[in-house]
């Protein structure tokens, strides 16, 4: 048809670059999609044929959606529309913490205040990944708004008819010339969202397409829930700088998320000791050998003195394969395991993520957990069934997916409760997508839970743990020091050690051991953890002060007559304090269970304590 049209468009004239072919008479009109019936047009010129339709009678953009359509937003939420509601300007910059909520935010922000100032407003989100995708149209669909996940030639009808409002695509396909924005919005009135933004710069191919889009869209969205970019000479496409940094219009961080109870509280678990490996080349092996903590020190610039020392070191910390698996992924593997235990003792369909480096890694530890007695996924970027692989173990309840390239943006599975960071990855965005998938309150039936704790492991790289201090204190260190080499078993770990808590009321506990707890110091801990407003999820060194602030610390010392209880005697007496306590406190019931063995054990009381929980954990 472009020869027999002389590369010309049949409408105005102009030559064809990327030439759309068109029904002369139309398909719904009883045309034939045929040779004879069809004719090539300019893409401005095929779009327009939407536009000719707007006096229609039922015409239906969003802004003349129902006022019934109901939003309940979060006070950050409320905040986050309010600040485009007051500014003037067509872009709004937003940071906000994985797992917070931006997608729902963001849809009632375009709703409620950006899509009422236009005419033909029309929604077109970006992101990165398929599975973003799915979260976009999902949700839209509560709110009656209905996104297209592709793009075809008689969009423009659509949205004039009401059948969408919008669109969701891949920076891929917009890279790829699949999108041609430039001509939607010759008659629309694009409001552009690029999800997880950090990813675009001047540099490379999606940044190019974003930037070429932004110059007739009427707003933008620039959302990210990770660290802008910050390589040298990259600049993030679309943004106003400011002292070399991306301007923002709006922020919303994980402690500021916590504090309301938005995202669950985090504790973090890290692993290191000795790691040995060697290295051929030229015929001569060569062997090496370094501690997590030693061969760290820093660079005028900011880097490390023994990088490419400290980068395998990380990489053999975490090799698994079906030979051969690190002592470190072992002991993460077995402490992860223990770990969901505990959570599935509360929330029966619990499970867990191991990111690995590979798919050969991946298999090999899914085989490992197998062989423990735990039922494990595998998940990789490779495997065509991916999606549905993800969307299975959603709604199972398999205990742990074992994931390469998966799962690090966008997946919501709220019953995830532990990750195993088994991966050499430094790269911080990457780091926070992952903890992300653990950062989404648990719900039966729509309420969340009491219990919303979730553990990450890792191991003690300083990288790692800089990205974990972000999101609270450490729980403590394993294996600092000593061991290492081999596979297999992994005997002779060390022992747990305390990494500090870092603040003034841990340092003022005071503990001589079982003779007894300083009362000075403990009421000196009490007003700083009063001041400071503990976290709930309270760490075992605090637990005699938690206990003192409710009076448990000097009632139980009298229970002398617990000695002779049996033990569903004093099963039932644990049940009658815990339910004191957690009335007196509002800690978590297994909290309160686990404050009345400590106190159990502490003085003797019970000898069914020395099996339970109070014998395995403490650290007296």
């Not at 798919?359 to 197998?370: D, E, F, K, M, T």
Request: with cysteine; hydrophobic share 40%; net charge neutral.
């Amino acid at each position: 048809m472009r020869r027999r049209d002389g590369n010309k468009c049949q409408s105005c004239g102009v030559e064809l670059q990327r030439p759309h072919a068109d029904h002369q008479t139309a398909f719904k009109n009883g045309g034939t999609t045929s040779f004879d019936n069809g004719q090539t047009l300019c893409a401005p010129c095929n779009l327009k044929k939407g536009a000719s339709h707007q006096e229609r009678a039922n015409r239906i953009f969003l802004n003349t959606l129902p006022d019934s359509l109901k939003w309940d937003l979060l006070p950050w939420q409320a905040r986050y529309v309010k600040a485009v509601a007051d500014s003037t300007a067509k872009q709004c910059a937003v940071n906000v913490c994985v797992g917070a909520g931006k997608t729902y935010g963001t849809l009632a922000a375009y709703l409620n205040v950006v899509s009422v100032k236009l005419d033909k407003p029309f929604l077109i989100v970006l992101a990165p990944l398929n599975n973003l995708i799915d979260g976009w149209v999902s949700t839209a669909a509560e709110h009656g708004i209905t996104l297209s996940r592709t793009y075809s030639l008689d969009l423009v009808e659509q949205a004039h008819n009401g059948a969408v409002h919008g669109l969701v695509i891949t920076y891929a396909a917009l890279g790829a010339n699949a999108l041609d924005l430039d001509a939607l919005s010759s008659v629309l009135d694009v409001v552009l969202v690029r999800d997880e933004c950090q990813s675009l710069t001047d540099t490379n191919t999606w940044g190019a397409a974003v930037d070429r889009a932004l110059d007739n869209v009427a707003y933008s969205f620039a959302l990210t829930g990770t660290p802008f970019r910050t390589v040298a000479g990259e600049l993030l496409t679309g943004f106003e700088y400011a002292n070399g940094r991306p301007v923002l219009d709006f922020s919303y961080t994980y402690p500021e998320a916590k504090a309301d109870n938005i995202v669950p509280p985090l504790a973090w678990h890290v692993t290191g000791r000795t790691v040995r490996w060697a290295k051929a080349r030229n015929g001569v092996v060569t062997e090496y050998s370094s501690t997590f903590g030693q061969d760290e020190e820093r660079t005028a610039s900011g880097g490390y003195k023994h990088e490419a020392l400290i980068n395998d070191r990380l990489r053999h910390a975490v090799y698994a394969s079906a030979e051969l698996t690190s002592p470190i992924a072992i002991d993460m593997l077995n402490d992860g395991v223990k770990e969901l235990a505990r959570y599935r003792s509360l929330q029966p369909n619990a499970g867990g993520i191991v990111f690995a480096d590979d798919i050969p890694a991946a298999r090999a530890l899914a085989s490992r957990l197998r062989a423990m007695g735990e039922s494990a996924v595998v998940v990789t970027s490779e495997d065509p069934d991916a999606r549905n692989i993800i969307r299975k173990f959603r709604k199972s309840d398999t205990r742990w997916v074992v994931s390469v390239g998966m799962l690090k943006e966008g997946t919501d599975i709220p019953r995830l409760r532990t990750a195993l960071l088994l991966t050499s990855t430094k790269a911080a965005r990457t780091l926070i997508q992952m903890i992300g998938r653990l950062l989404r309150l648990y719900r039966v039936n729509g309420v969340p839970v009491d219990y919303q704790d979730v553990s990450v492991f890792a191991v003690a790289d300083p990288r790692i743990i800089a990205i974990l201090s972000a999101f609270g204190e450490p729980v403590g260190q394993k294996g600092k020091g000593g061991g290492g080499g081999g596979g297999g078993g992994g005997n002779g770990r060390a022992e747990t050690v305390d990494v500090g808590a870092g603040d003034d009321a841990s340092r003022s506990l005071g503990f001589v051991g079982e003779s007894g707890v300083n009362e000075g110091d403990i009421a000196a801990a009490a007003n700083l953890l009063r001041s400071a407003q503990v976290e709930r999820d309270i760490r075992l060194e605090r637990v005699f002060v938690l206990a003192a602030l409710t009076g448990t610390y000097g009632a139980m010392e009298s229970d002398t007559h617990v000695r002779d209880m049996s033990l569903a005697d004093y099963d039932l007496y644990r049940e009658t304090k815990a339910s004191a306590l957690l009335a007196q406190t509002g800690f978590r019931l297994d909290e309160c269970r686990r404050i009345i063995d400590v106190f159990v054990r502490h003085h003797k009381l019970s000898r069914h304590v020395s099996r339970g929980v109070g014998a395995k954990l403490l650290p007296f």
